[in-house]
């Protein structure tokens, strides 16, 4: 079981005095996609559920930076661009497949999110894999910890509430909080299978409802 305390505290470390540029960064992609929606109304959208997966991937960067001591700049955030094909074949791999195993239940689905969860991570410090591979060793590195996700989440409850009092004032510092935490989890499960024993990863369609088994 993974210990959320030391985690929650890292994050804590590895934010402070960052949360203004993190503040910048998300006022960016939030104006972005704003912006296009309002200046097209019908396509906006389209465009933005395209351009996002590079943005998330930038942030994802951002952060895997943040646990190795680097400070966040603006222009980090555009990184992310340089996945922009796989960014984007990865979030239609992950909803498709969601919303798939949420067609059975809401639980399934829920859990099949979890699994799917360090897909982003993989793919940022491994850019030679494709989508599907990156997919896939999430699976394999969030088996057995879907369950710790889960109650890691959970436990972010009360900062959550905080930021629907505060009218999303508080979010400022519970976004960045919630992804650095979240982040540290997938380098505490990545150490702890990396090493141990050499994954081999083949290019193989993730199997799904009754067939799929972790």
């Known amino acids: 079981m ?13 934010i402070r005095g960052n949360i203004g540029i993190l503040l910048v960064c998300y006022l960016i992609v939030l104006v972005f996609s704003l912006g296009i929606c309002l200046l097209m109304p019908i396509a906006g959208g389209l465009i933005v559920i395209i351009i996002y997966p590079s943005f998330y991937m930038g942030i994802t960067m951002i952060f895997l930076n943040l646990t190795e001591g680097v400070k966040p700049k603006v222009e980090d955030l555009f990184k992310g661009f340089n996945f922009f094909g ?21 639980v399934p689905g829920i859990i099949k999110m979890l699994s799917y969860s360090m897909s982003y991570y993989i793919l940022a410090e491994n850019p030679e894999m494709s989508a599907l591979e990156a997919l896939n060793r999430s699976k394999e590195i969030m088996h057995g910890h879907k369950k710790d996700l889960f109650i890691l989440f959970w436990s972010f409850f009360w900062w959550f509430l905080l930021g629907s009092v505060t009218l999303g004032i508080a979010y400022i510092y519970v976004w960045p909080y919630l992804i650095a935490t979240v982040t540290n989890f997938y380098k505490a499960i990545k150490d702890g299978t990396d090493g141990a024993e050499e994954v081999i990863i083949k290019e193989r369609e993730p199997a799904f409802f009754p067939y799929e088994t972790s």
């Open 2 to 14: 993974i210990e959320r305390v030391p985690l929650k505290m890292a994050a804590k470390e590895q």
């Open 86 to 106: 796989k960014a984007l074949w990865l979030s239609i791999l992950i909803n498709v497949f969601v919303f798939l195993w949420l067609l059975l239940l809401i």
